[in-house]
């Protein structure tokens, strides 16, 4: 006998360049009025779009949401047809598009929910898409590439609050992480003083993701690739050059976010869930061996990025976050750790420098936390509670078919665009370097520089590819 949904759901708590044609234009224009997610009954599965279905993520994507019982694979959309052929193998009865309006345009009743597995600089227009037409939404992150997004996305969000949403962010399954937010919420270790972030991602340490801005050839793109609707909204476009797609656009200003992009999620996030009064940044400054060049981001990135408080949590009235990447880890007198001490040397981490101690947690889970010198056994610390296992894919299913269970469901799209929010700024910043950028969020505006306000905030869309707004 089949496991029924509800019993399933307590199981694992516990355990192209042209617009074809005018009514894909009008689907990017302005949202209607909320739509409501049609309602999956208890014996039914939610049936569910993949956009993006290889790359580096959109198979495992694909592969755990569909081990949930009650999904159903219905539709596949990738602008290469050989990713198509590879994931049409697996899921055969999936319908196949390479252009995602054409998706919402012909075949939005045969799907409840959305995967966005695609570049960065096509986030914001899918996902906005599919919130307004009542689409559950998994997005990967970041889960936008200009600030302007951010508050795009947000409204979008705020406008259809029925609907389930989740960054890609499954790093939060690890026991280790969700205990340095206990620890941190605790105020075990007192009011906190600075957080340092270190990315060891970069476009020298990102490995296969990046490419050390070596800028091959133009040459004419594979005919699998239909690489004019792969540049999506960005204009102008530009030639086809190997070594950009499928992986190393992440190092370009374009369609990237960079190293700091890339690992915001699995390290700014603890920063957030332990201080949920943390809003948007105020300011940033960036510090650049080498600016952005060209089609490139920038190399050898530091940047601090400054928060207000108004809770005791913090020493003071504001709290600085330095966010680095290429492994620059902050040093033991950063961290007010003694020289006898061994702070972990993984170069993907996140540390609260605090008045009673300091932790660092790494994106992996490893936690330290010292006090008076000593790194102390956190799963023995007073009151640490267990932490449940679950799978974060399915979490997000779970919440769309009505079982939300808040303590399970990690980074839906209100604290995601949080972490967003900061991992851009950095990024954004570093075009910049040396100049301290004031941020008003709620003007989208940089009040103190008018250069950087009019290049680095929003951009032009080519028309067809705008995001839909609330």
């Known amino acids: 006998m089949s496991m029924q949904r509800r019993d399933f759901l307590k199981y694992t708590a516990a355990s192209g360049l042209a617009v074809s044609t005018s009514s894909l234009l009008s689907a990017c224009y302005a949202a209607p009025e909320a739509v409501q997610p049609r309602r999956v009954g208890p014996n039914d599965k939610l049936n569910v779009l993949a956009i993006g279905v290889i790359g580096s993520i959109g198979a495992h994507d694909l592969k755990q949401v569909s081990s949930h019982p009650h999904t159903h694979i219905t539709g596949l959309c990738d602008v290469d047809s050989?990713?198509?052929?590879?994931?049409?193998?697996?899921?055969?009865?999936?319908?196949?598009?390479?252009?995602?309006?054409?998706?919402?345009?012909?075949?939005?009743?045969?799907?409840?929910?959305?995967?966005?597995?695609?570049?960065?600089?096509?986030?914001?227009?899918?996902?906005?898409?599919?919130?307004?037409?009542?689409?559950?939404?998994?997005?990967?992150?970041?889960?936008?590439?200009?600030?302007?997004?951010?508050?795009?996305?947000?409204?979008?969000?705020?406008?259809?609050?029925?609907l389930s949403t989740q960054m890609g962010n499954q790093r939060m399954q690890i026991p280790g992480r969700r205990a340095a937010v206990h620890v941190m919420k605790s105020g075990y270790l007192g009011r906190c003083k600075e957080i340092f972030v270190t990315t060891?991602?970069?476009?020298?340490?990102?490995?296969?993701?990046?490419?050390?801005?070596?800028?091959?050839?133009?040459?004419?793109?594979?005919?699998?690739?239909?690489?004019?609707?792969?540049?999506?909204?960005?204009?102008?476009?530009?030639?086809?050059?190997?070594?950009?797609?499928?992986?190393?656009?992440?190092?370009?200003?374009?369609?990237?976010?960079?190293?700091?992009?890339?690992?915001?999620?699995?390290?700014?996030?603890?920063?957030?869930?332990?201080?949920?009064e943390l809003t948007s940044p105020v300011a940033v400054k960036a510090e650049v061996e080498d600016p952005p060049e060209g089609l490139f981001q920038a190399y050898k990135c530091?940047?601090?990025?400054?928060?207000?408080?108004?809770?005791?949590?913090?020493?003071?009235?504001?709290?600085?976050?330095?966010?680095?990447?290429?492994?620059?880890?902050?040093?033991?007198?950063?961290?007010?750790?003694?020289?006898?001490?061994?702070?972990?040397?993984?170069?993907?981490?996140?540390?609260?420098?605090?008045?009673g101690g300091t932790l660092i947690i790494t994106a992996g889970g490893g936690l330290q936390i010292w006090r008076d010198g000593k790194n102390e056994d956190w799963t023995k610390l007073p009151g640490m509670p267990e932490f449940a296992k679950f799978?974060?894919?399915?979490?997000?299913v779970n919440t769309a078919l009505g079982e939300n269970n808040p303590d399970l469901h990690w980074s839906p799209f209100p604290v995601g665009l949080k972490i967003t929010e900061g991992s851009l700024l950095s990024v954004k910043a570093t075009k910049y370097p040396g100049k301290e950028?004031?941020?008003?969020?709620?003007?989208?505006?940089?009040?103190?520089?008018?250069?950087?306000?009019?290049?680095?905030?929003?951009?032009?869309?080519?028309?067809?590819f705008e995001p839909v707004r609330a």
């Not at 700091?260 to 603890?270: A, I, K, M, S």
Request: charged fraction near 25%; include cysteine.
């Open 82 to 162: 050989k990713y198509l052929e590879r994931a049409g193998n697996t899921y055969k009865d999936a319908f196949k598009e390479k252009d995602y309006r054409e998706v919402f345009d012909k075949h939005a009743d045969k799907f409840d929910a959305v995967i966005c597995a695609t570049p960065d600089h096509t986030h914001c227009a899918i996902d906005t898409m599919a919130l307004s037409k009542g689409k559950h939404v998994y997005g990967q992150k970041p889960l936008v590439q200009q600030l302007e997004e951010v508050s795009i996305l947000r409204d979008m969000v705020e406008a259809n609050p029925s």
């Open 302 to 355: 530091k940047t601090v990025l400054t928060y207000n408080t108004s809770t005791d949590a913090f020493a003071g009235k504001q709290v600085k976050v330095h966010y680095r990447d290429e492994g620059q880890v902050a040093s033991k007198q950063e961290l007010n750790l003694p020289e006898s001490t061994t702070p972990t040397g993984d170069k993907n981490q996140t540390a609260f420098v605090c008045e």
């Open 200 to 276: 060891g991602s970069g476009l020298k340490g990102g490995g296969g993701y990046f490419n050390n801005r070596e800028l091959l050839p133009a040459e004419a793109p594979p005919a699998h690739l239909d690489w004019d609707l792969w540049q999506s909204g960005v204009q102008p476009l530009i030639e086809y050059r190997p070594k950009i797609v499928p992986l190393k656009w992440r190092a370009t200003w374009n369609y990237g976010t960079g190293g700091l992009g890339d690992w915001g999620c699995h390290l700014l996030d603890v920063i957030f869930y332990s201080f949920p």
């Open 391 to 396: 799978n974060h894919w399915h979490e997000w």
């Open 437 to 464: 950028l004031k941020w008003d969020s709620k003007k989208l505006e940089i009040t103190n520089h008018a250069e950087a306000n009019k290049t680095i905030v929003k951009r032009d869309y080519r028309k067809g």
